[in-house]
């Protein structure tokens, strides 16, 4: 499942508190510590058999999406 660096920041902003690595970061930092933990995994992200991308997308709409992927694989 994947989001991008500002729907990450708008997502995690809403409660660093229990999250240790960003519980001290302003949202600029927060934003640059998110891209930088992004492209450090981007290889590890790109192996995935299926990629989903989750903006704009509701809980409803990605979980239909999740059960395709499921049925097809069976």
Known sequence: IGMGV????KRLSKDTKK???I????????????KKQMEARVSFYRKANHIMQVVNLSIENL????VKLIKNKI
């Open 6 to 9: 500002d729907a990450l920041v």
């Open 63 to 66: 979980v239909e999406e999740i």
């Open 19 to 21: 999250r240790p690595l």
């Open 23 to 34: 519980k001290d970061l302003n949202k600029a930092d927060l934003k640059y510590f998110i």
